[in-house]
């Protein structure tokens, strides 16, 4: 039973038991979901937690009591989960203090929960990357040449950072609300394709503007990505809702921060010379990516043999943003631009 401050018993909703290991403990245990809701919406104060099951029978046995989610707390995963305390033979009953949480850090935690899901993905980010690429040039007769002037690439990055927050925005709702549910293996293994089909589209045009349609397009199947967190933490109609927009709204800071970091340098870059290799190159290394991501989500290999590479980029942005300035620093100096206005790929 749950009992809130005042007397009132607390509606108790029991989830599907499953077996698992959980924080620090070696062996199995059987883990039930338990969800507490006050009969009147509202902030809930200290509770009182009383269990007997089997502990009268079997003295032996122990129940852990665990938070998984708490919004108002900034517990969200089971990386923040929280042991409150044991069951057992001679402890049945348990304080659980309550009001110590607030919305806005509930919020701000939802936020950071779209920031570490973003920035730890290296398949998002180089799908990003890759629609970034192109976007200070224009395309003519299958090939790129250097755009009309920094301003139009500047626009045109935003564009497509707009398009690629659109697209996964609207999958990110859908399947956040259950309207849409797809298995996670194909949804993953369309993500690496996405990122082989950016890479092609880098290196030669597929279509006029199509870094621009592939971020709205694919961009629908990376929100289905993102909603698959969301799915995990069994919201109800209210919390979703404002877990969405939190949630979204980290994502698109994140990406923001991305393109912040690389835009200035990819302009730079796209105007001198060494943008042709250094564009290609990169291409072909998210190609060789792309390839190795699909054979492994789709089951036809067993690992991916570039992880250690991939978490390391991933570890590193900041190294690799310094990077790509200090290049777009010396070619912009030290190299010719090109002559006229086509760039070869």
Same mark, same amino acid.
């Given at each position: 039973?749950? *009992? ?15 077996? /698992? ?13 338990? /969800? ?23 003295? *032996? ?9 708490? #919004? ?10 929280? *042991? ?8 049945? +009953? ?27 993905? =290296? ?6 990357? @890759?629609?970034? $690429? ?12 250097? &755009? ?35 298995? %996670?293996?194909?949804? /993953? ?13 880098? $290196? ?21 990505? #993102?909603? +698959?967190? $969301? &799915? ?18 980290? $994502? ?10 690389? @835009?200035? +340098?990819?302009?730079?870059? %796209?105007?001198? !010379?060494?943008?042709?290799? #250094?564009?290609?190159?990169? =291409?072909?290394? =998210? ?6 991501? @699909?054979?492994?989500? %789709? ?21 690799? !943003?310094?990077? @790509? ?9 030290? *190299? ?6 086509? /760039?070869?790929?």
């Amino acid at each position: 039973t749950a *009992t809130a401050e005042g007397g009132e018993r607390l509606r108790l909703q029991l989830g599907t038991p499953r077996v /698992e290991k959980i924080d620090r403990y070696v062996t199995d245990h059987l883990v039930i979901p338990l /969800e507490l809701r006050p009969s009147v919406f509202g902030a809930v104060g200290n509770l009182e937690l009383r269990y007997d099951v089997i502990i009268e029978e079997l003295r *032996t046995h122990r129940a852990f009591v665990t938070v998984r989610y708490d #919004f108002d707390r900034g517990v969200l995963k089971s990386d923040d989960a929280e *042991t409150l305390g044991i069951f057992d033979f001679e402890t049945t +009953s348990l304080e659980v203090p309550g009001g110590e949480g607030s919305f806005l850090r509930g919020f701000v935690a939802t936020v950071g929960l779209g920031i570490e899901h973003v920035g730890e993905g =290296a398949d998002h980010l180089l799908f990003l990357l @890759m629609l970034l $690429i192109p976007a200070p040039l224009a395309a003519a007769a299958g090939r790129w040449k250097r &755009g009309p002037s920094r301003r139009r690439s500047v626009v045109r990055i935003l564009h497509v950072t707009a398009a690629f927050a659109v697209g996964h925005s609207v999958t990110l709702a859908l399947a956040g609300a259950g309207v849409i549910d797809l298995p %996670s293996r194909p949804v /993953e293994t369309l993500i690496a394709l996405s990122i082989g089909v950016s890479a092609v589209h880098a $290196i030669r045009p597929l279509i006029p503007r199509g870094e621009v349609l592939i971020a709205v397009g694919f961009g629908l199947v990376h929100g289905l990505a #993102f909603a +698959s967190l $969301i &799915g995990d933490l069994g919201l109800d109609r209210g919390s979703l809702v404002t877990t969405l927009l939190a949630f979204n709204l980290g $994502i698109e800071l994140i990406q923001l921060l991305v393109v912040a970091l690389l @835009m200035p +340098s990819l302009i730079v870059l %796209s105007r001198t !010379a060494v943008y042709p290799v #250094f564009r290609v190159g990169l =291409a072909l290394v =998210a190609l060789v990516f792309s390839v190795s991501w @699909m054979l492994e989500r %789709s089951t036809l290999t067993r690992s991916d043999p570039f992880q250690s590479l991939q978490t390391w980029l991933v570890e590193h942005p900041l190294l690799i !943003a310094a990077s @790509m300035a200090l290049l777009a620093i010396i070619a912009a100096r030290l *190299t010719p631009r090109p002559s006229g206005n086509l /760039e070869l790929a």
